[in-house]
T-cell receptor, first 114, second 117 residues
């Protein structure tokens, strides 16, 4: 059974700092990995999707890497801003063309202080 | 990106009543939608997979008679919480997958906060 772990559970940083969020998964047989942002009481916003054959994806100040063999992914946020404060979730989709079920981690609660 | 709309965003109901939550894909067709439940400070737990035109597939431990799912069209799935109890209070989120593309990311609705009093 796939398990996804996110470390740290919470992180508080001053504005402008670069930071890294970690995600690990126990079963490397994945189709892709997705990073999401969730604001309090809201749904999920997709940030980056990495296919199993890819090593990284970038979008603006965000960079996500994937090391499938070691079961790890990182989300790098450059020059953090107070507006980045949210919970960040990673989720993996299992290998198998017809299986779209995602397994989520519990998330990292990020607070960026002005 | 594709838009998934979920309604209502918040609902308060009395114990014993039923509540319906709608999930719509606004600008794409979705043969498959997913319903998740999220407890405070916990990860999203998949409840069921909703398939257009056929019965939903429920995850182990989820009561199908309690959580009725209907996916009558390619853009709409509904979740009805029947005979609601306070322990059903939670945050429910739907997700939809585009029918016309492979390898797509998952798109999520805004979520519904259900409070049963």
């Amino acid at each position: 059974k796939q398990e996804v772990t996110q470390i740290p559970a919470a992180l508080s940083v001053p504005e402008g700092e670069n930071l890294v969020l970690n995600c690990s998964f126990t079963d490397s047989a994945i189709y892709n990995l997705q990073w999401f942002r969730q604001d309090p009481g809201k749904g999920l916003t997709s940030l980056l999707l990495i296919q199993s054959s890819q090593r990284e994806q970038t979008s603006g100040r965000l960079n996500a890497s994937l090391d499938k063999s070691s079961g790890r992914s990182t989300l790098y946020i450059a020059a953090s801003q107070p507006g980045d404060s949210a919970t960040y979730l990673c989720a993996v989709r299992p290998r198998g063309g017809s299986n779209y079920k995602l397994t989520f981690g519990k998330g990292t609660l990020l607070t960026v202080n002005p | 990106g594709a838009v998934v709309s979920q309604h209502p965003s918040r609902v308060i109901c009395k114990s014993g009543t039923s509540v319906k939550i709608e999930c719509r894909s606004l600008d794409f067709q979705a043969t498959t939608m997913f319903w998740y439940r999220q407890f405070p400070k916990q990860s999203l737990m998949l409840m069921a997979t909703s398939n257009e035109g056929s019965k939903a597939t429920y995850e182990q431990g989820v009561e199908k008679d309690k959580f009725l799912i209907n996916h009558a069209s390619l853009t709409l799935s509904t979740l009805t919480v029947t005979s609601a109890h306070p322990e059903d209070s939670s945050f429910y989120i739907c997700s939809a997958r585009r029918s016309d593309r492979l390898n797509t990311e998952a798109f999520f609705g805004q979520g519904t906060r259900l409070t049963v009093v």
